[in-house]
C-alpha cells in the first residue's frame, strides 16, 4: 500500500530519499596523500639549517632506507649534523640580519670627517717614501702638511729624522708596525696654547679629522688611535671596514646565542655581546671618552687568547683578532652595568637598577645594559627615542604601527600626541616604551662639524639648564634644543613637571616608565632604561610569541596569523619557554611536527 501511494504521488527515487527525516551522512573524505618522501624531507631539513642541498652520499642513503624506521634515524642523525655544522651558525647569522635588521652605523660618523670611531686616525706612509708602510698622525705638527715625516722632513719642510717607534698594535696582536713621531710615544698628556692640560686619550674632534692633541702619543698599543683612512664613504659593505662591526653585532649576537645554546631572551636582557677586535675597540673608546679610563691599564681586551671566552665557530684559531668573541660590556665600557656581583653573563628578569632624576641630582651609574637594546650600531640606526621603541617593538614584541581608520573620532591634539589628535593611535604605545631609550644621542663635542654618540647625563656630560637653552655646547642647538621640543613636562613622554625640571634640568631624560603605566598589559618594575623595556616584553609572553612566530616563519615556511591561530601560536611559545628559549631543543621541537612532512 506504501509503494502504491509513493508511485501515486511521483515520490520515487532520490525524490522518496528526500522525504526522509534525517539527512544522509556526510561522504568520507579521503586524506591527502600529501607526506613528502624521505629524500624530500631530508633536503628541507638542511637546506632550512644550512643553506645548502644534502650530499649525494646523504641522498643515497636515504635511497636505500628500506624501513619507515631506518628514515627516521637517518633523519634524526641529518638533524643532529646540520645543528652541530659551522653552516648552522652561518644560517643563524643570515637569520639575524633578516629579523634585527638595523642599519649602517653613520649616525654621528659619516662623512668626511668620521668620528664613530671617536680615536686618533693613523696614515700609512706610501711605498716610496723613506719609511714604506710605517703610520703617522695628522696632527703631528700641529697645522703641518701631513705625511711630511714620511719624507723625513718637518713642519717647516726642513730635512729632519722623525722619531721611529717599534709598536704591537691592538688591531694586530703579535705583530710589530712602526709609528713615526709623537704618535708612537708615550706621551700621555701635552699642554695647550694657554698652559692647560689636554688628556691625549680623548681625541679632540676637527674639521677633517679626529686629532690627537698636537704632541700626544697614542697610548699603550695604540688604543686610542686607529689605523684608519679614506673614511668618507659611508660604506659598511665589508668587515674590513670598522663601521660594519657594529651594524653586524645583533645578528652576531643572534648566532652566538644559537650555537653555544643560550636564552634567545638575552637578546633584550642580557649583559654581554659578541665582538672582534674593531667591535671591542669602539666600547673603549666610547668609555674613554664619557670619561673613563679604567681601561688604559688593560692590555687584554685585544688580546683574543687571554681568555677562554666563547667565540664563533668560524674564527677557532685562538689568537684571530676578528673573532667574535664574548665579553661583558661593562668589563670594555664602564657606563654600560652588568649589574651582577661576579660580572657573569646574565639574562634575568631580577637585573634592575632604578634611577628617578626627579628626586636627586647625582648623576646615575651608567645605563644597564640590555642586549640589543643598548647596541651602539642598533641606538646609532635608530636615532630617536620614539623610532627606537616602534623598531624595537617590532623586532621582538611583533607590533605593528598602521594609520587609525578615517571613521575613528579622535580628542583633539593640544600639546601631548600620546593624549590627542590622530596621533595618539600609536602614540598610547610608543610614548611609554620610548621613555626607556633617551639616553643616547649626538652632540658637538670639541667639533660641530660632526656629532658623536654619547650618554647624556652620564660620566662627564652633565645636563644643565644651558643645554636645554639652545645655546650650548659650542655652536649649534642640537640636542638641548630638540629635548626642550621634545621633552615637555606633563606629557606621557616625560611625566615630571615644571618644578621638577626646574630642580633639575636633567629631569627631561627621565628613563623609568612609572609604575603606573602599562605596556603590553604590563606595568613596570622601575628598571632604568632599555633594560626595563626588556624585562616589560618579556614578561608580557610577547617576546615568546614573537619568537615563535618568527622561527615557526623561517623554519616552517608560513606566516602564523595572530587573528586567527592565536592558540596555536600560544601552544608554540609556551615549547619555546619549556625548553629555556634555546633555539636548538625549539628547533628540534619544529622538526618533528606534521606540518613540516607535508607538501606537494
Given amino acids: 500500500m506504501l509503494t502504491v501511494l509513493f508511485v501515486a504521488s511521483g515520490l520515487i527515487g532520490a525524490d522518496a530519499h528526500a522525504q526522509q527525516c534525517t539527512p544522509e551522512p556526510p561522504p568520507v573524505v579521503e586524506p591527502l596523500h600529501d607526506e613528502l618522501s624521505g629524500t624530500r624531507l631530508l633536503r628541507r631539513i638542511v637546506l632550512g639549517l644550512t643553506g645548502t642541498t644534502p650530499t649525494v652520499e646523504q641522498y643515497e642513503a636515504m635511497a636505500a632506507a628500506a624501513t619507515p624506521e631506518a628514515r627516521e634515524a637517518l633523519l634524526r642523525s641529518a638533524l643532529d649534523d646540520v645543528l652541530a655544522s659551522p653552516k648552522f651558525y652561518e644560517r643563524m647569522l643570515r637569520f ?32 716610496n717614501s723613506q719609511h714604506p708602510g710605517a703610520y703617522y698622525h695628522v ?7 701631513p705625511g711630511k715625516q714620511c719624507t723625513d722632513q718637518d713642519a717647516a719642510g726642513n730635512p729632519a729624522v722623525p722619531e721611529v717607534h717599534p709598536v704591537e698594535p ?3 696582536p703579535g705583530t710589530t708596525v712602526e709609528v713615526l713621531g709623537k704618535a708612537g710615544s708615550a706621551v700621555t698628556q701635552v699642554l695647550d696654547v694657554n698652559g692647560k692640560a689636554l688628556d691625549c686619550g680623548v681625541a679632540n674632534g676637527g674639521y677633517y679629522d679626529p686629532m690627537l692633541p698636537t704632541g700626544c702619543g697614542c697610548g699603550p698599543n695604540l688604543v686610542w688611535c686607529s689605523p684608519l683612512a679614506g673614511l668618507g664613504s659611508a660604506s659598511n659593505h ?8 657594529p651594524y653586524e653585532e645583533p645578528a652576531r649576537l643572534l648566532a652566538h646565542l644559537a650555537w653555544h645554546d643560550r636564552p634567545l631572551s638575552d637578546l633584550v636582557l642580557g649583559n654581554y655581546s ?10 673603549v673608546r666610547f668609555g674613554r671618552q664619557m670619561g673613563s679610563n679604567a681601561l688604559d691599564a688593560n692590555t687584554t681586551w685585544w688580546r683574543p687568547d687571554a681568555d677562554t671566552a666563547p667565540r664563533d665557530p668560524l674564527h677557532p684559531a685562538p689568537n684571530d683578532p676578528q673573532a667574535w668573541r664574548e665579553f661583558v660590556v661593562e668589563d670594555l665600557e664602564p657606563f654600560h652595568l652588568a649589574l651582577t656581583s661576579d660580572g657573569a653573563r646574565s639574562g634575568s628578569l631580577e637585573r634592575t637598577y632604578r634611577f628617578d632624576p626627579r628626586t636627586t641630582t647625582e648623576a646615575p651609574k651608567g645605563l644597564p645594559t640590555a642586549g640589543v637594546l643598548t647596541m651602539i650600531g642598533a641606538l646609532s640606526s635608530f636615532p630617536r627615542e620614539r623610532v627606537r621603541a616602534a623598531r624595537f617593538l617590532e623586532m621582538f614584541a611583533c607590533q605593528t604601527f598602521s594609520p587609525p581608520p578615517s571613521d575613528v573620532h579622535f580628542p583633539p591634539y593640544e600639546v601631548d600626541p600620546a593624549t590627542g589628535g590622530t596621533c595618539l593611535h600609536c602614540h598610547k604605545t610608543l610614548d611609554p616604551a620610548a621613555i626607556s631609550f633617551k639616553r643616547w644621542d649626538f652632540t658637538p663635542f670639541p667639533s660641530y662639524y660632526v656629532p658623536w654618540p654619547f650618554l647624556p647625563g652620564v660620566g662627564k656630560n652633565r645636563i644643565t639648564k644651558e ?16 629635548w626642550r621640543n621634545a621633552f615637555l613636562p606633563n606629557t606621557l613622554l616625560t611625566p615630571i613637571t615644571p618644578e621638577q625640571l626646574k630642580a633639575n634640568p636633567e629631569a627631561v631624560l627621565l628613563d ?26 618579556v614578561r608580557s609572553g610577547e617576546f615568546d610569541r614573537c619568537a615563535a612566530r618568527r622561527l615557526y616563519a623561517m623554519f616552517i615556511g608560513r606566516e602564523l596569523n595572530p587573528a586567527t591561530e592565536k592558540g596555536f601560536i600560544d601552544k608554540l611559545a609556551r615549547e619555546f619557554v619549556a625548553r629555556d628559549r634555546k633555539l636548538r631543543p625549539f628547533l628540534r621541537y619544529l622538526f618533528e611536527q606534521p606540518e613540516l612532512r607535508r607538501g606537494l
Fill in 170 to 172: 691592538w688591531w694586530a
Fill in 467 to 482: 643645554w636645554l637653552s639652545g645655546q650650548y655646547p659650542h655652536i649649534g642647538t642640537s640636542p638641548g634644543y630638540r
Fill in 512 to 537: 623609568t616608565m612609572p609604575e603606573s603605566y602599562t605596556l603590553l598589559g604590563e606595568h613596570g618594575d622601575g628598571t632604568m632604561g632599555p633594560l626595563g623595556f626588556g624585562k616589560l616584553v
Fill in 238 to 245: 665589508d668587515l674590513g671596514v670598522q663601521r660594519r662591526h
Fill in 274 to 283: 659578541v665582538g672582534t677586535n674593531w667591535l671591542r675597540a669602539l666600547y
Fill in 139 to 145: 696632527n703631528e705638527f700641529g697645522s703641518g702638511d
Fill in 96 to 127: 639575524g640580519h633578516e629579523w634585527l635588521a638595523v642599519g649602517a652605523y653613520t649616525t654621528g660618523a659619516s662623512g668626511d670627517a668620521y668620528q664613530g670611531d671617536m680615536s686618533g686616525h693613523l696614515f700609512k706612509c706610501p711605498a
